[in-house]
């Protein structure tokens, strides 16, 4: 379960920024990409704001990112986690970049194989 010493808006805050931050967005881009005001963005991040339903959906089909996932505050990561991660980042790219990303991969294993 999640802490008892912070309630579940704050959590939430700090979950959205974790996952905002880890996608590189500022927080007035991720408001244009959810329609939505940058202040409030500040605010559901420190937790003085909770997020309609609407506004969750906005997040959950803007950013390609499961209901579960918002939620889950364990912050345990699987190797199924990281897959799905990896999947909704490459999900944009062109065919080219793609080839290009797997032979990069594919080099970056062998190298960590070693270590």
């Known amino acids: 379960m999640y802490s008892n010493k912070m309630d579940l808006k704050h959590l939430f805050g700090k979950k959205l920024k974790a996952i905002r931050s880890g996608r590189s967005l500022t927080q007035e881009k991720f408001a244009e990409i959810i329609g939505v005001d940058p202040g409030f963005i500040g605010m559901l991040e420190i937790g003085q704001k909770a997020p309609s339903f609407k506004t969750l959906e906005k997040i959950h089909q803007n ?15 699987t190797k199924n986690s990281f897959i799905a991660e990896l999947i909704r980042e490459l999900d944009g790219a062109d065919e080219k970049s793609l080839k290009y990303l797997v032979a990069v991969n594919r080099e970056l294993i062998k190298f960590l194989k070693n270590k």
């Open 63 to 77: 950013l390609n990112i499961s209901y579960y996932e918002m939620f889950d505050f364990e912050q345990t990561h």
